[in-house]
């Protein structure tokens, strides 16, 4: 089955400051990856997928990602961080046959003044 | 109104009660799912449904039962619900496409004391 791994369950940055988030996959197929935020009390967004058409993905609130096969990873990255990204995001991938998501553990960022 | 809507928000119910999750979505998709979270652990699958008579057991299903009563409707039961059984509990459905995305509801609450 394939699976996502995320690194680093917090991660913590300042406003106005890179934010890069984690995601590694792993599959025998191409996959489809995905995304998501989970805002406080709130479910599932989606913030971007890959579904082949381009490596380099962009998404909603300046949020992009790039999918790099050779490394096997979906890193989700933002130029500059603001007070309003803090949230749970979390990586997901489609399983073999295309039938359902499989999520990573998550990571929580936190932006600091 | 939200695309996916779950009732109630939030439970608190006693150890050995049965109690229902339910779940409906505007969509007009034939897929749905139920996931359960539980802090650094993600989501995990539980159930998930491809059509009305299809219903499949994800990763976490003992203790759970499912029913799709309609297109829009999939509800979640705890025959005898148990404190381990305490989480937040989100539907969610999508389309049939590889690159799909998944729409989530706002997700149940539920304490089991």
């Known amino acids: 089955a394939q699976s996502v791994t995320q690194l680093g369950s917090h991660v913590s940055v300042s406003e106005g400051a890179l934010v890069l988030l984690r995601c590694n996959y792993s599959?025998?197929?191409?996959?489809?990856l995905f995304w998501y935020v989970q805002y406080p009390n709130q479910g599932l967004q989606l913030l971007l997928k890959y579904t082949s058409a381009a490596t380099l993905v962009k998404g909603i609130n300046g949020f992009e990602a790039e999918f790099k096969k050779s490394e096997t990873s979906f890193h989700l990255t933002k130029p500059s961080a603001h007070m309003s990204d803090a949230a749970e995001y979390f990586c997901a991938v489609r399983n073999s046959g295309y039938s359902t998501l499989t999520f990573g553990k998550g990571t929580m960022l936190l932006v600091s003044p | 109104d939200a695309d996916v809507t779950q009732t109630p928000r939030n439970r608190i119910t006693k150890t050995g009660k049965r109690i229902m999750l339910e779940c409906s979505q505007t969509?007009?998709?034939?897929?749905m799912y139920w996931y359960r979270q539980d802090p650094g652990l993600g989501l995990r699958l539980i159930y998930y449904s491809f059509d009305v008579k299809d219903i499949n057991k994800g990763e976490i299903s003992d203790g759970y039962s499912v029913s799709r009563q309609a297109q829009a409707k999939f509800s979640l039961s705890l025959e005898s619900a148990i404190p381990n059984q305490t989480a937040l509990y989100f539907c969610?459905?999508?389309?049939?496409?590889?690159?799909?995305?998944?729409?989530f509801g706002q997700g149940t609450r539920l304490t089991v004391v």
């Open positions: 969509k007009g998709h034939d897929r």
């Open positions: 599959s025998s197929v191409p996959p489809y």
């Open positions: 969610a459905t999508s389309g049939q496409g590889a690159g799909t995305e998944a729409f």
